[in-house]
């Protein structure tokens, strides 16, 4: 019989940061569209598809690097991942919300903004842990 192989650990993070920021970059995708069309929003000078998707594989990859960083290095670093990129969804969301100011609504920019930060935030902070446990999905 034969041994099941395991990829190192540097692979199935880094594999679980692509393949968690393809998902993520069609979810935020569909919620761009979805809310374009309720809200009429139109102007994309900053938040078009292909930042979209770039930004999304970008945090996904990084965010899957400091996974690796906390798993191999620090006792329960799994949790703790999930605990920080959740923090930090949480941090940029307030961001969002407070910036009345700076010209960004709930209705507009700041709405769209608001939802791929959530959307990002609970994926990348969910996904990237458990598609390095189980890396025979894509590897």
Known sequence: MEAEFKAP??????????FTGIIVSLVNT?????????TKF??????????LI????LISVLA???????SKYVNKGKMIF????LLITIVCGI???????????LAGRGGLLLGMIIIT?????FLIPYFSAHSNIYI
Do not use: M, Q
Not at 64 to 70: E, G, I, V
Not at 121 to 125: D, E, Q, R
């Open 9 to 18: 650990l540097l692979s199935r993070s880094v594999f679980a940061g692509l």
């Open 30 to 38: 569909i919620y761009d569209f979805i809310f374009r069309g309720i």
């Open 42 to 51: 139109s102007p994309s000078e900053f938040i078009n598809i292909s930042s």
């Open 54 to 57: 770039f930004g999304s594989l």
């Open 64 to 70: 899957s690097l400091l996974f690796l960083a906390l």
């Open 82 to 85: 999930t605990i920080v990129i």
């Open 95 to 105: 961001l969002v919300i407070s910036a009345h100011g700076t010209g960004l609504t």
């Open 121 to 125: 935030g609970v994926l990348t902070a």
